[in-house]
């Protein structure tokens, strides 16, 4: 998956889902006056939702997407590693995700994603196209779809009051993503997603759906 989302809706506009499911979701910050066409991309903050704890509601806050483990103590410029994606294959053993795999489940709603790919004749230095890829909308949540997550709380020496950060979890890709790339972030609908959030295993993620599930356009900056 590139590192590039995009989620098009407020949060007023998801709320409705939960609260369709009995759950409401308690907000821990204001919404910010974000354009809705500007994409997320690493170390953006992004809306992220969580299990409450205590209790069984749920939580959302904006958190860095680029996850930092609860171990680091450096300053947050200290960690290199890029944690904006999780493989599947390796997120319950990989030092950099094992311990939110356990105890950090989230969702990040999201609208569409973005991938690129190298046109016929491409060459080194020049610009690679640009694809969004969406869905259709179904009944319970319109347009948007949730990404499995992992989120961590850290305390970088540099951050006194400490980070909420985020990882998307990634698998290989479907029969639509894959005329492009190799891999694509695990898309889930509302109830799946609330299946991760009570932790579910890796093998109750969704498999990517059939060919025509996704649709890819091209969309130059």
């Known amino acids: 998956m590139c590192n590039e989302y995009q989620l098009r809706v407020r949060r007023a506009d998801y709320d409705a889902a939960f609260r369709g499911t009995g759950l409401d979701i308690l907000w821990l910050d204001a ?23 205590p209790g069984d509601g749920l939580e959302g806050l904006q958190a860095r997407w680029w996850l930092v483990p609860a171990f680091h103590r450096g300053p947050l410029s200290g960690w290199k590693a890029m944690c904006t994606n999780a493989r599947i294959e390796t997120v319950a053993s990989a030092p950099s995700f094992r311990e939110a795999f356990r105890s950090g489940r989230c969702l990040a709603p999201v609208t569409s994603v973005f991938e690129y790919d190298a046109p016929p004749g491409w060459r080194r230095g020049q610009l690679k196209r640009r694809w969004e890829i969406q869905w259709p909308p179904d009944a319970i949540s319109g347009p948007v779809r949730f990404m499995a997550g992992l989120w961590a709380r850290s305390s970088p020496a540099d951050m006194p009051e400490g980070l909420d950060s985020f990882a998307v979890i990634t698998r290989p890709a479907g029969a639509d993503m894959a005329r492009i790339h190799d891999r694509q972030p695990v898309l889930m609908t509302l109830s799946e997603g609330l299946a991760w959030l009570d932790r579910g295993g890796l093998d109750t993620l969704p498999a990517p759906g059939p060919e025509g599930s996704l649709q890819l356009r091209e969309a130059p900056r």
């Open 31 to 53: 919404e910010p006056n974000r354009p809705p066409d500007m994409p997320f991309r690493p170390t953006d903050r992004a809306p992220i939702l969580r299990r409450a704890v």
